[in-house]
C-alpha cells in the first residue's frame, strides 16, 4: 500500500467525470434469458436506472443522460413500442416523488411532436416540477437520434444566415453546441455501454467527440451501483490527451 497515491479502485471525488452518457442496452436478452416476455426485461431496466441515478448523484456526477427510446426504436413490434412508452409514463409521474425527492433535475431531450399528448403533458409537468432542483441533472433521451439533433441545429442556424442574424463563416462550435438538446451542458466524458455491444446507435454523436468509452457484456437489469463505481474509477485511470500529447 502507497500512501498518497489513490487505489485504483476508489473514486476520486476531485475529478469526477461531469457528464456521464448511458446507452442502456440489453433489457431484452435479459429476459429472454429467464424465459420471461421482453416487457419484463424493460421494467427490470427501469428499476435498474433509479438505482443507478440515485448512485450518481450520491457520487456528485452533474450530469447522466440516459438512452431511454432511439428514433429507430419505432420499428420494433407496436406492442413492444406502447409498452415501453406506458412504462416511460410511469416513470416520469413517479421520478416526482422518488427522484424529485432526491433533488434531481429531470429533463428529456428527443423530439416531442411524435410522442402521445399524454406523454408530451407529463414531460411538461415533471420538468417544471425540478427544475428549481440543484442536484444531478438527468436528461431522458426519449425519441431521441442525434442525426435529428444535429439536422436541427443546421436548419436553425440556416434560419439565422437566412434572416441575416448571422454569416456562415461567423458559425462557431459554440453557436452550433447552443442549438442541441444539451445546450449549456458540458459535452458526455465518460460514455456507457451495456450488453456487450460496441456501437454508438445515433447517441449523441456530436457531445461524445472526445468522450471515454466503457463496455460491459453485463446485461442492463443486472448493471448495478459497484458498476457505475467501476467505470468512473476506469475512467479516473485513463489519460485523456484531446489531440496534445
Ligand atoms: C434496451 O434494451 C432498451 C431499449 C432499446 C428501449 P433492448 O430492448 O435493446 O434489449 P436487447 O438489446 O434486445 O437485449
Ligand atoms: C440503443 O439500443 C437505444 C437504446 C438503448 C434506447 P438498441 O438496442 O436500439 O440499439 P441497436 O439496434 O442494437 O443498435
Ligand atoms: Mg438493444
Not at 461567423?170 to 460514455?191: H, M, R, S, W
Not at 456501437?199 to 453485463?218: I, P
Request: with cysteine.
Amino acid at each position: 500500500m502507497f500512501f498518497g497515491k489513490r487505489l485504483k479502485d476508489e473514486i476520486d471525488y476531485n475529478n469526477l467525470p461531469e457528464h456521464i452518457g448511458i446507452i442502456m442496452d440489453g433489457n431484452g436478452r435479459w429476459a429472454k434469458k429467464r424465459g420471461l416476455p421482453r416487457s419484463a426485461g424493460h421494467s427490470a431496466g427501469a428499476e435498474s436506472l433509479k438505482k443507478i441515478i440515485t448512485e450518481a448523484n450520491k457520487i456528485g456526477i452533474k450530469y447522466i443522460t440516459v438512452y431511454a427510446f432511439s428514433t429507430e426504436n419505432w420499428k420494433r413490434p407496436k406492442a413492444e413500442v406502447d409498452y415501453l412508452m406506458n412504462l416511460l409514463l410511469d416513470y416520469l409521474k413517479d421520478a416526482e416523488n422518488s427522484l424529485a425527492g432526491e433533488n434531481v433535475v429531470i429533463r428529456t431531450i428527443g423530439s416531442r411532436k411524435e410522442l402521445s399528448a399524454e406523454i408530451q403533458e407529463q414531460i411538461k409537468k415533471t420538468e417544471n416540477f425540478t427544475s428549481k432542483n440543484t442536484g444531478i441533472v438527468m436528461n431522458i433521451a426519449l425519441n431521441y437520434g442525434a442525426r435529428e439533433e444535429i439536422l436541427n441545429a443546421a436548419r436553425q442556424l440556416c434560419e439565422d444566415v437566412k434572416n441575416g442574424k448571422k454569416n456562415p463563416e461567423d458559425i462557431t462550435d459554440e453557436d452550433f453546441a447552443g442549438c442541441l438538446y444539451t445546450k449549456n451542458q458540458p459535452d458526455v466524458d465518460l460514455l456507457i455501454r451495456t450488453s456487450g455491444e460496441q456501437r454508438l446507435s445515433n447517441f449523441m454523436l456530436w457531445q461524445v467527440s472526445y468522450a471515454e468509452m466503457w463496455f460491459t457484456d453485463k446485461l442492463w437489469p443486472d448493471f448495478k451501483p459497484k458498476d457505475l463505481r467501476q467505470a468512473i474509477c476506469d475512467f479516473q485511470n485513463r489519460g485523456r490527451r484531446f489531440g496534445g500529447v
